[in-house]
């Protein structure tokens, strides 16, 4: 490591080790024990990890068997056991802090984790035929975040070796997927003194050599799991001694489609994953929905929560039955702020590689950086959501889903070339 | 083995092996293969196995993979694997034949699988204390199948040392808490000279002395899978991109409960298992129902039948999904012939450790066991299905049934005594 | 009116007039006061009418301008006004008592209001042809209560000229077919002192000379009146703020019909007639449900009913509604008792035009007589619901239905005839 | 009548004359006649009313029985019988034309029906208290047609007093309230040769003295009728026999509200008047939804009308139905003409009582002005969506709205004002 700036090799290296090693939300030991072994030999000021980066009151997180699992699983693989240890509990992802005289606090915040995906083994699949493809059967890295978290310590070597003045923190952090990491992360501390954030996304259907300055149009989301439960009974001889699970179940998912639709914007609801019973015989004493809402605002999303909620507790209380609801990952919607985006814009059409910058784009989907952005928003900063574009053969969430990885050295130079200009104009 | 009739001691010892290792719907392979060992060292005439006592068309066969994994288990656990071999593509169960002269041919009908319970492991459960609870975890002879096993070979032992004259035959039948092995083994040709037929069932709630002659008012039964296909989508960005199978499974649910009740007599219906989708915020590609129907008739399970099927298909094009329907497993209703229950009352009445006797009861549940009675009493035969009482500490299929085993010297006594009159009197 | 016996040209005069004036329950002005006018001319010792024979606590009673159209139509039609005002408020209804001495108190038991239907206006439906079609167009003795009634004045005269010792009473009980006049009827006082009560209906598929001596199989019955009130809301621009009553509606009529069948025997439901909303672009406001449950005992009923209740209050909750449920009817399960009924076949045996006499009928039906029968049973007296079968050329309840009017005389001479042998043998 | 343009009282007179005279759509019999009789004063140079306004393919037209209470009442209440005679079979509306030398054609579009809905009758009510409330009880104009109507004739007053050359048409379109006017008249011919459209609402919660220029966002919409047949049978007795039209019915209900979000913007689904059956104890034979679909652009429409149609037909075979789908009335989206809107600003600016100008406003709802604008637009004409603000005590549609009069005024002039300046101007 030198301070001439980013070694593009090595980083390829990184993306594709983290690649083959993909975990899910809040299991991520890995990724964050391989980024701290690599961000120890970069001259930061701070490298904080688990419990030290996120708060107390986080969703989502498996229990302690799943967690063991994967703690084991990562060692096996070579993560450091010290570094694995301090992340008991699933307190995944990690802050590094570049301190680099007075100036603005500037953020960069960069996902890290992977999905229950099963990757492609197919040849013109380029992990599989240059041998990075998943190790983790199951599971992959199929919406970009091994180069997301690469692109982090890129920056950091790129701001390393260059003229910025003020203090850099990245932040990695976990459990995006779940939209469950963004939450803890926002009120971890970190973020109360950074005055710019930029956040970054690869793809979205951009091309590589695409830019988009500052993403819009975040859905405001929030996860739920619901638990019903009844009595069993033999359906053959009793049913009446039943309180069944799967009907309450069911009218819920019929109720929950139907909440009305809104005035003010678009409403979003999904009974993703639903389950129940045991055997055919049986009337089921168990089922579950896993779901989620969204809404254009919080406001919408919280208007689809409410009667999501009321929905479910009727539909159990129908069929004699209870159910237990438990959020699962919340996010706010959330907007790019034009400022901060007219400056990347610009450093955007100073970068080699770059041949199209769009102002602004809508997203559609949910994300929970908008917690980070909302908590810098909120003090009087200044944030936006970043695309760079990358050619990928297949869509994000899918098994063929690949990243072109010109797209990491151009989205280090994006980054912190906004990082320099920031530092220098203070918009 | 002598001549002297069954050892009772060897009999219970057999029981507890077979409880020990429970097996699932045609997945007899140790079970089979134990009986066979067992049977080769009576003085048999016929031994038939696997292919050579089931016709082919049989329903819900789980797959090469699942088959595989227990066969090999069984293979482990020390069945002969030779026999197991035999049993190929999972056609499980056997027909023992001793032939004894001139006379009836009566045939005695057993059944051998275990279910998908997870025994209990309290002290006060025998067969943990006493070390042969299941060793197939997971798994469980919770209705009893074990000592029905045990009781064909005893009647086995008690005819060889008799004086019965005319052709026994014991049939072991597989699959039947599935419903599904009943009609394979009444259509595999060894029914076919079969005169009387008695079926037996210990428990259902009767207690240890207790013997009912003749059980009537078998629920016909047909069970089924459902398959639902839609489209996924991303619930964010593309809701009306997706076709929505659970949406569509829910549909199915709500509907199948609500069809008509009938006029002339009582129905069922019942989704015991459901599933889909994959993530909360996908829309649903797949889902599934395992589900049944049954009638007090045949009629009237068909009855439901036919509006269940119109009912699955008409939520999938609801929600412009497909969906593929098998059945699983299938049994008509049933009753038992007063003349040759009269036969087993009479019997029971003489013998020691019975001291109720009923002459009818009804069952209000389903058994194939009625495709063997209906095959036989289709050529002027006739038979009866036999409870021999036990006293059992929690109901049938709960993690905690099991059963006295003075139940198994009482059923030997009770059925070998009944082959003896019915060769004796020609009822 | 001799005393030598019912005049029977006069009986059918009666009818026709009756058939000719057929009112729906608790607007029975007309027909009380018909009665009233033709019993003032027999020698009874006391004609009770409306709120002297029913208690206070009446359900479906319509409301105020309803009863006035009625019973204005009613005087209208030459029903005397003086009779008309004492049944203000809808207390229709009477009861004839004849006291001959010393000896058991006997009740009979007719019904005597008709049915929302249109009656046929073909040459072959005998009313229209012979010009006693009704004359209230939309409404029809569709269910020969009209004979019923007839009969019970055919009752009075026989015994009136016979030899019978003790009471006799006879009730003309009105809200039959709501099941809603059988309850206040039976509370009214009069039935405290009954020893014996014969409970008539003609036809139920049974051919003019056939008798059944006592119906057993009523099912329990309750109807209920639902309303759901929610907000309504322009379905274009805001739907959100609307509370949508037929949603909720909608929801209930799915989970009523899939309330659990049960072990003990038949259960019914039926959302009978719904409604709601008002225009295609306003969210609905208000919805209703007319439905009933029934079951084959009164358990089986409640069974039904509690379910039916939780469903209603559950599906109004699950769409932000509001729902009142008001009780509009109402009968116990029922059976007849067999010394009774064999009384009954025995006298039918001697009676002229009867050829087949059955002891024994189930009916599957529902009927409000069970509660009259029920309150004698329950001070010890007997109780049987008696057919007397009659050719009917369609169905109970449909436009074609009429009774052959040979089976008022059978039904007479069999009623009377039996009132006079349990005077003679009390059995 | 002058040429000194429009006489003001008069035309008040005119609009608390139709008023009181509110007839829902195909029923303005009374409303077209009147305004003959008003236009027949004027010099115009053609008048055509029903079959020649209208093409042949209307939807939505009430039965004969219907149109003869209307006709006959309108009749009664001083409309010219020979007028009325040539609107039979519903063809009303009229359409006035004045040629006034070389000049662009300019059409001018008013809508003419009331609503089903009871007018208030307090004293705070204007037009309870000055005498002009509605005389048809039930019936109201509560969405301002009154006023629109009377606009209409006060613009060819004001044309005929001026300058303008050019060729005039004003629409007097029926059947706005249920969109099933728009289309027959936009395909009746007289529209083909028309350069500029303006199509003219007052109020919306603008005030008086405000003029919106050209409103846009109107969503598509398609009203239809569903007809559910199924077989009746007895609840109690044989439910099996039914084919329940209600259970149908409800199903649709429950799985229209569930259709798919969409991606491209807002969509709507309203089951507005449902209903069926006959009586509790009657399984349902009929049942209906009247209900609609809308969307932000006509391909939104049209995914929800065709989402619709397939689960209105599903849910009929889920229940053994069968259903019958007709169109009841359409509209599709639209946008407003920016050239267009500008003159009617600008015109606006110069009006005296116009106070507050918007070039722009979203409607929300839905409008068949659509399709007379599509069909000028189509042309490559210009159109624009006027709409002159009125203060209104309380909201279209509500029992309680009225017009301030004082709207009147403004809206001709604003029109008219426009009129000719599209003559002089040609944008």
Redesign the interface.
Known sequence: MSLDGPDHEALLDLRRDLHRHPEPAWREFYTTARLVDELETRPLDELYVGPEVLSEDRRGVPDEAELATWAERAVDAGARADVVDRLAGGHTGLVAVLRRGPGPTVGVRVDIDGL?ITEAEDADHLPASEGFRSENEGYMHACGHDAHATVGVGVVDAIAAGDFEGTLKVFFQPAEETVSGGEPMAQGGHLDDVDYLLALHVGLDHPTGQVVAGIDGF?A?S??DAEFSGASA?????????R?A??A???A???L??I?????G???????????????????EA?FI???V?GETTDLME?MDD?AM??L???A????CEVEVEY?GRAPSGESDGELAAVVADVAGDTAGVDSIRDRDTL???EDATYLMQRVQARGGLASYVCVGTDHPDGH?TPAFDVDEETIRIAVDVLSGAVERIGAERP
Chains 1, 2, 3, 4 share one sequence.
């Open positions: 229950p859905l989301v996860h739920f033999h359906a053959g001889g009793h049913p009446e001694r039943g069944n799967v009907q179940m069911a009218t998912v019929q109720n489609y139907s009305p639709r809104h005035h003010d678009a409403t979003r609801v999904n009974a993703g994953r639903v389950g129940g019973g045991t055997a055919s015989n049986i009337v089921p089922a896993e779901g989620e969204r208007y009667h009321r929905v507790r009727s539909a209380e129908t069929h004699d699962a559609g989907g949910s969430h």
